[in-house]
Antibody
Framework: EVQLVESGGGVVRPGGSLRLSCAAS????????MSWVRQAPGKGLEWVAG????????GYADSVKGRFTISRDNAKKSLYLQMNSLRAEDTALYHC??????????????????WGRGTPVTVSS | EIVMTQSPATLSVSPGERAALSCRAS??????LAWYQQKPGQAPRLLIY???TRATGIPARFSGSGSGTEFTLTISSLQSEDFAVYYC??????????FGQGTKVEIK
């Protein structure tokens, strides 16, 4: 079955760190760029970060730049999001999603054709 | 950053009626525009990409139109399973990709 399954969410104090993982199955993982998208409780979708198929191109939302790092391990068919210096406003359900499109050395362009159900992150003291 | 603005915030429609959802970009995104549907407790689902191409398995009652800064998602005859929140997303400018704030389609 073609699917993405996130894990690693939880409750963390402000200033803390968390590492999210996303396991891919049912498709050739290293054929695709990947992305993280979050959704705060009762709010809309916010794109967080994206990465090309080989990890050579990454991009971040301004709200997380310098605090979050997206990475991938193609041998393990896994995507990661290292989140540092967490803030209350980072509280959200974090989805990983597959990019259908292309990535050059400087940018990616594509839409999100496969989504995971998400892993919840709560930042609270 | 390109700002995506959706209207209306909520659309009340009777089953069988037509619904038109609007999405406006703060600058041209060409046809690099996608639409997603999200039901409560579920992940978003891709409906439309390239402004007007239906994704695999999406019924023909869903159609997208527009280019540049003005886009429309039309549902020709609303079915019970279509009541959900709909988001547009531009992927022309990166980073960041940006979503609209969503339009909730509810039963009238």
């Amino acid at each position: 079955e073609v699917q993405l399954v996130e894990s690693g969410g939880g409750v963390v104090r402000p200033g803390g760190s968390l590492r999210l993982s996303c396991a891919a199955s049912g498709f050739t993982f290293d054929d695709y760029g990947m992305s993280w998208v979050r959704q705060a409780p009762g709010k809309g979708l916010e794109w967080v970060a994206g990465i090309s198929w080989n990890g050579g191109t990454t991009g971040y939302a301004d709200s997380v730049k310098g605090r979050f790092t997206i990475s991938r391990d193609n041998a393990k068919k896994s995507l990661y999001l290292q989140m540092n210096s967490l803030r209350a406003e980072d509280t959200a359900l974090y989805h990983c999603a597959r990019i259908l499109g292309y990535c050059s050395s400087t940018r990616c362009s594509g839409y999100l054709d496969l989504w995971g159900r998400g892993t919840p992150v709560t930042v609270s003291s | 950053e390109i700002v995506m603005t959706q209207s209306p915030a909520t659309l009340s429609v009777s089953p069988g009626e037509r619904a038109a959802l609007s999405c406006r970009a703060s600058q041209s995104v060409s046809s690099d525009l996608a639409w997603y549907q999200q039901k409560p407790g579920q992940a978003p689902r891709l409906l439309i990409y390239g402004a007007s191409t239906r994704a695999t398995g999406i019924p023909a009652r869903f159609s997208g139109s527009g280019s540049g800064t003005e886009f429309t998602l039309t549902i020709s005859s609303l079915q019970s399973e279509d009541f959900a929140v709909y988001y547009c997303q531009q992927y022309n400018n990166w980073p960041p990709w940006t979503f609209g704030q969503g339009t909730k389609v509810e039963i009238k």
